[in-house]
């Protein structure tokens, strides 16, 4: 089946600095990638779409120029966390989808924790 | 192999009626979550139910029950009463404490209720 992962899979960094978060389809072209947040009760906001090769498209309330997202092939998109603060620490995970395909597939997670 | 599996691509129920959404997984970690989440067109994950490893009953939340049957390894989402605005996808989700606290998604289930 498809695989989707993510690198890396925890990271700790200082706040102020930068953290790159790499979602890869595996073994399919994922033409949308999506990429969520998860906040308490469990719920996964959706951050952002992104398109291969297009702009990604932000949800309302999500900083574009803080949270970067990059989507250059169509099996890896990359999600930039820019001067992080410890607010931004949280579960992040992206999901991928290819064509006019329903079923997305997720990757495991990435925790960023912020000190 | 498929940590968790969704078999039904789509669904359809008539109001009011109960459905059940199927939900398999896969895993030797004697400890772990078991989530379904809805997903309406917005694009938000919406978490709806919780069902532990180590929990004796059916976890219960409102119109939705999860139907655990520990041996078979699944965990079906059973929603009474279905109501329109349950039309969404639906996606099964299994965290292992004992691995990483990793994230496994199924490819979701798209429900569509009938007036």
């Known amino acids: 089946g498809a695989v989707v992962s993510q690198h890396p899979s925890r990271v700790i960094c200082k706040s102020g600095t930068s953290v790159k978060i790499e979602c890869r389809s595996l073994d399919f072209q994922a033409t949308t990638m999506f990429w969520y947040r998860q906040f308490p009760k469990k719920s996964l906001m959706l951050m952002a779409t992104s398109n291969e090769g297009s702009k990604a498209t932000y949800e309302q309330g999500v900083e574009k120029d803080k949270f970067l997202i990059n989507h250059a092939s169509l099996t890896l998109s990359t999600l930039t966390v820019t001067s992080a603060h410890p607010e931004d620490s949280s579960f992040y995970i992206c999901?991928?989808?290819?064509?006019?395909?329903?079923?997305?597939?997720f990757g495991p997670g990435t925790r960023l924790t912020v000190t | 192999a498929q940590k968790i599996t969704q078999t039904q691509p789509g669904m359809f129920v008539q109001e009011k009626e109960a459905v059940t959404l199927d939900c398999t997984y896969d895993?030797?970690?004697?400890?772990?979550?078991l989530f379904w989440y809805k997903q309406p067109s917005s694009g938000e994950m919406i978490f709806l139910i919780y069902q532990g490893s180590y929990d004796q009953q059916n976890a219960t939340e409102g119109r939705y029950s999860l139907n655990f049957q520990k041996a078979r390894k699944s965990a079906n989402l059973v929603i009474s009463a279905s109501q329109l605005g349950d039309s969404a996808m639906y996606f099964c989700?299994?965290?292992?404490?004992?691995?990483?606290?990793?994230?496994?998604f199924g490819t979701g289930t798209s429900l569509t209720v009938i007036p």
């Open positions: 895993t030797s970690d004697p400890s772990y979550g």
């Open positions: 999901s991928a989808r290819s064509g006019s395909r329903h079923e997305q597939y």
């Open positions: 989700a299994m965290r292992e404490v004992n691995t990483g606290n990793q994230f496994y």
